[in-house]
T-cell receptor, first 111, second 114 residues
Framework: QEKVQQSPESLIVPEGAMSSLNCTFS?????SIWWYQQHPGKGPEALI?????GNKKEGRLTVYLNRASLHVSLHIRDSQPSDSAVYLC???????????FGDGTVLTVKP | NSKVIQTPRYLVKGQGQKAKMRCIPE?????VFWYQQNKNNEFKFLIN????????QIDMTEKRFSAECPSNSPCSLEIQSSEAGDSALYLC????????????FGPGTRLTVL
């Protein structure tokens, strides 16, 4: 059974700083890794995904995947107060499509 | 922005009562997932469908939970006999296919079992 762990549990950064979130997973088999953002009272919203080793950049977001070390990270450049939310790392099962989520990182960006 | 619709947003039931919630997936999305999110942000996959067929479901779902996605009607998730431990946010997500595609989530149904 896939296990996903996230760190830190919570992160406070000043506006304009870089936010760095980490995620480890238990199965190195090929599958997509997703980062979701969830604001209070709303469902998760996909931000970015990665499948291949290496990095992927979209706007202020950069994600790094290292399958050998079972590690993926998300970096948010120039963090804004509106980025304050819970960030969820999720691994997609290629056979069933189901997502296995980590417990999330609560990001707070202070103005 | 997701166009998955979930109703009701809030549901309060007594122990032993039935609890039913509905989901309308995004248009053109044949795959539907149900997840349970507890107050500690722990997610549990419950069941998924492709069109009207069940793809996978967990053991918990087979006992007190039932779900369906009939043609031309909303999908539904029903708990036959609610327990206090069922109190959670129930999230429906839809996708264009089951193999690793983006899942679009609704706002969820918050179930409280008294």
């Amino acid at each position: 059974q896939e296990k996903v762990q996230q760190s830190p549990e919570s992160l406070i950064v000043p506006e304009g700083a870089m936010s760095s979130l980490n995620c480890t997973f238990s199965n190195s088999a090929s599958q997509s890794i997703w980062w979701y953002q969830q604001h209070p009272g709303k469902g998760p919203e996909a931000l970015i995904s990665i499948f291949s080793n290496g990095n992927k950049k979209e706007g202020r977001l950069t994600v790094y995947l290292n399958r050998a070390s079972l590690h993926v990270s998300l970096h948010i450049r120039d963090s804004q107060p509106s980025d304050s939310a819970v960030y969820l790392c999720a691994v997609s099962n290629t056979n069933t499509g189901k997502l296995t989520f980590g417990d999330g990182t609560v990001l707070t960006v202070k103005p | 922005n997701s166009k998955v619709i979930q109703t009701p947003r809030y549901l309060v039931k007594g122990q032993g009562q039935k609890a039913k919630m509905r989901c309308i997936p995004e248009k053109g999305h044949p795959v539907v997932f149900w997840y349970q999110q507890n107050k500690n942000n722990e997610f549990k996959f419950l069941i998924n469908f492709q069109n009207q067929e069940v793809l996978q479901q967990i053991d918990m779902t087979e006992k007190r939970f039932s779900a369906e996605c009939p043609s031309n009607s909303p999908c539904s998730l029903e708990i036959q006999s609610s327990e206090a431990g069922d109190s959670a946010l129930y999230l429906c997500a839809s996708s264009q296919h089951w193999g690793g595609a983006e899942q679009f989530f609704g706002p969820g149904t918050r179930l409280t079992v008294l």
